[in-house]
């Protein structure tokens, strides 16, 4: 692979969704600090696939958002989570789905492509893996917020509820980061607590090569998030890699989201980086909170990126 920037890029979200005025301080600085304590070790050379994690970890551990700490609660109120990792050299993947008491799968994700001869992990055999790599398995309280128990409440026995709705109208925060390292090596990391009230077992477009992510040298690398039936069935994460060959950064993701409204009326938005190093993003919900790495270090973070 040839080298095609010297300037590395990073760019982050924080899910697609109608963000309420409330949450919108903590999701702004959640995606701020994840490129922030990420973008220098970029900087100083560290790979894009490692950058992808360190930011995705970040955000794991901020319980502002539904990924790790933070997720949203199934239909019986237990949390479980799916994750992707994602080389750009290689296609390699690793992935893991309805994983529980892990705070970071993006992590168990990174040890299934690295350690196993497979790419997706799921339920108690990711759990069982998990614990051979020596994650340390927490109490499920841990990863519980009391925000999410009370929203939990509210829609449990709510016949009118269905799982997309939060994208449209209340609270889907997965988070995602793609960068490009110095050697021109693209790499992207996707993780989520999934929708609220999914049934147990419900895997989303997260951990699915193609729909939550993908990253392919050659192309550009892309985090999806927002309603994950609708993100599956157009593979939005690779839709918009294809169409990066044809179009510029951004009018790819717009494509791609286009895609996305117009053959499966789905919600959600992607961030990505082209092969020549540009940023992109779009999305059609009412929010979607991002942050990138400018030139050589400040950081632009917004929830409506795509306001006028
Ligand atoms: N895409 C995720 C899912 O459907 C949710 C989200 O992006 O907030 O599992």
Redesign the pocket.
Known sequence: MQKKSLIPRLIVHG???NIPAAYHAAHLAGVRAAVEQTYPQLLDGCSALDAVETAVKVLEADPTF??GRGA?LNAIGEVEL?AIIMDGRTLGFGAVAALQNILHPVSVARQVMEQTEHNLLVGTGALDFARRAGFTELPPEDLLTERELAFFRQVQNDPAFR??H??RDGP???V?AVALDRDGNLAVA?S????AR?LPG?????PIVGA?AYADNERGAVS??????S??KVLLSKTVCDAFAAEDAMAAAQQGIDILARKVKGL??VIGINAEGEYAWAHNTPYMAMAYAEGEGAVNASIRPDAK
Not at 192 to 195: A, E, H, N, V, Y
Not at 224 to 229: D, F, V
């Open positions: 899910g697609a969704w539904d990924a949203f799916d799982t997309h939060p994208f889907g925060d997965t995602g996707t989520t607590g999934g929708t999914k419900r895997v989303g477009d997260c939550g999806a998030t927002g309603w994950g039936e993100i599956m959600g938005g």
